[in-house]
């Protein structure tokens, strides 16, 4: 792996009023990597991100994403970045192919490649034929997968995925992270928040939020001898139950 | 550039596969133009009335015949006593009475003096009032056709005339009050809904995730619904013109041009509207809560805001659809030019200023 890294936080930091919703984190993120993000609802994971994507200005400490400082080159690291939120975020009222134009669109893609891009993303998702669907009639778990496509679809350095496997079934989740392995042998690097520890288990590295603090990061491996565990799981468990803060 | 035009091209998109929404946006000006043209009009025709005629002389015969002749009445009942218009008055089948009295013509020949009663159901005071008018003056035609022959020593006549609309249509000033509406319903509730839906379906937080700037974001999502508004506009203006036959007196360039600094007066409050709102169902209400009853009731095209208490009248200053709805009827109706109209105009783009710089600034700070 190389040592490249795309990602680093210094004690980041964000305060609502009283409220410090991410406290003093600090990690870096290599390139190629996929990096889980773990925690229990309500621990912090989502407003990390959101600082990190340029959604949100921390309070403080340090931040740059593909190399771009948070505060200040906002505007670059959204050119450099996918994401895809915790809510489905495609238009059902459009179709397939409507979709991956939008978006393919807005990051300011040519028509060539647009055109490309949705011949190659439909082949690769084994969605002949099905263009003009319109993304209601998808079931869930092919609508995760084609939001997540089309969240890579301008091939951004870094892709930020918020929980995406929510209330999708085993095996389609297994095919999801098919999808992500694939992205990253692309050499886009993996930013993954997410509930099933199985899914932890894929990760290169993992980081566990507890309170607004990471409380652990190593690879899955490591983490399980470190605290002795048979399952990310068991240490999962063992980390949340010091949590103060109850869940949203 | 181009980000922008696809972006505009996927609203079109969304308005274009619902429908339903788009088939009420198109329709509803048509139906309310209809519908205040044709059924809730507050001029008063054909009215019932019953006649108790105790002379049936002709004088009286000529009256009512007369009377039950004009498209203000409609005669449903002769009646033969004053508790059977009492009962016919309790049955709702009446709005008015005339009575004249026995030896009608006789008096009015021989003695210079005649009596009409005229009983009019008053629990709707303004038709009883009108209902009475239109009578008095039916009599009094009769009484100069009689005089004719006569002078009379001293007379003073009055000469009406009514300014820009010599017939006393309603669409005179209810076409105007529904530019209004509609442009303030379709602009400021259609553009409001289609932000803050995108917030509730998780796409918003995408979109601000991409490069594109929030507030062209916010500028492409009006643009569908200021081409949909200038299509109501128009089509409003065609059925006044063919159907209602109120005309366009003035500029029509001007016309346009003030309905289009409305529309943005309009998107800028929906645009301000969905920064608060959370929800499609709150954004609605806030729509119709805050400009839609206060178009039908401040923006004088219902209740003259003449009439109302001084505190009301201020207010009625900060709906922006009384102004538009002033510069209308100068135009449309009166045909005055732009010199007519300038004040007014300066305060629709002095109030879209500040609509437009207060969300820009709000909607900064959400981002922050």
Known sequence: ?248 | MKQFLIFVKKEWLHIWRDRRTLFILIWMPVVQIILYGFALTNEVKNSNIAIFDQSKDEATTTISDEIAASRYFNLVKNVYSYDDIGGTFRQGKIRMAIVFPRNFRYDLLHGNRAQIQLIADASDPNTANTLTNYASAIINDYQQSVNQNEALPYTIKTQVRMLYNPELKGAYSFVPGVMALVLMLVCAMMTSIAIVKEKEMGTMEVILVSPLKPFRIIIAKTIPYLLVSLLNIASILLLSVYVLDVPIVGSLTLLMAESTLFTITSLSIGILISNTAKTQQTAMFMALMSLFLPTLLFSGFLFPIENMPIPLQVISNIVPSKWYYIIVKNIMIKGLGFEAVWKETMILVAMTAALLGISIYKFKIRLA
């Open chain 1, 1 to 248: 792996m190389q040592n490249e890294k795309v990602i680093t936080a210094k004690e980041l930091t964000k305060r609502f009023g009283d409220f410090t919703a991410v406290d003093k984190i600090t990690f870096d993120v290599e390139k190629g990597e996929i990096f889980g993000f773990l925690g229990a609802n309500g621990a912090g994971k989502t407003t990390a991100m959101r600082m990190l994507c340029g959604l949100l200005l921390p309070t403080s400490g340090l931040a740059t994403v593909a190399g771009f400082d948070v505060y200040k080159k906002n505007e670059q690291i959204k050119k450099n970045i996918g994401y895809m939120s915790q809510k489905f975020s495609l238009y059902e009222d459009l179709t397939i192919a409507e979709n991956i134009r939008f978006y393919a669109g807005i990051y300011g893609l040519s028509d060539e490649r647009i055109k490309e891009k949705t011949g190659s993303l439909i082949k690769q998702l084994h969605l002949e034929g099905q263009e003009k669907t319109l993304v209601k009639a998808l079931p869930l778990g092919w609508k995760q997968k084609l939001a997540f496509s089309i969240a890579i679809v301008h091939e951004p350095a870094i892709v930020f995925l918020d929980e995406p496997t929510g209330g999708v079934d085993p095996v389609t989740r297994r095919e999801f992270w098919g999808l992500i392995y694939e992205a990253s042998a692309g050499g886009i690097t993996i930013f993954v928040t997410t509930h099933y520890m199985d899914e932890a288990e894929y990760c290169n590295r993992v980081s566990v939020m507890v309170d607004g603090r990471i409380d652990a990061l190593d690879t899955p491996a490591n983490l399980m001898k470190d605290f002795s565990a048979k399952s990310m799981d068991e240490v999962f468990l063992q980390l949340a139950r010091k949590a103060v803060r109850t869940g949203d």
